[in-house]
Nanobody, 121 residues
Framework: QVQLVESGGGLVQPGGSLRLSCAAS????????MGWYRQAPGKQRELVAG???????NYADSVKGRFTISRDNAKNMVYLQMNSLKPEDTAVYYC???????????????WGQGTQVTVSS
């Protein structure tokens, strides 16, 4: 079992930055790949970024070059640095623990409660 708690969301103007944090507890954090998902109103939840247990990262094309995922296994934390934010980045962002099989990320049913990110002027 893994418990995940996200923080760091908020309202930001287009072009601005936010850093999301996810605190993990309850299990050995380092054995899990981690992912950040987002869900906008009326849309399906989508994988934004993932990071393997060894620190290899993957990104959705829509955020590549703007978002950076990182993890600190000593602190049981995963982060999502979001730069050059656009209105279409507006969504609830969720942290997830999962695994990679090849280049594909598979989420386990370990989710945080989500944190709202709103990009608007």
């Amino acid at each position: 079992q893994v418990q995940l708690v996200e923080s760091g969301g908020g309202l930001v103007q287009p072009g601005g930055s936010l850093r999301l944090s996810c605190a993990a507890s309850g299990s050995i954090f380092s054995i899990y790949a981690m992912g950040w998902y987002r869900q906008a109103p009326g849309k399906q939840r989508e994988l934004v970024a993932g990071i393997t247990t060894g620190g290899i990262t993957n990104y959705a094309d829509s955020v590549k070059g703007r978002f950076t995922i990182s993890r600190d296994n000593a602190k049981n934390m995963v982060y999502l640095q979001m730069n050059s934010l656009k209105p279409e980045d507006t969504a609830v962002y969720y942290c997830n623990a999962g695994k990679y099989r090849g280049s594909d990320y598979y989420p386990y049913n370990y989710w945080g409660q989500g944190t709202q990110v709103t990009v608007s002027s």
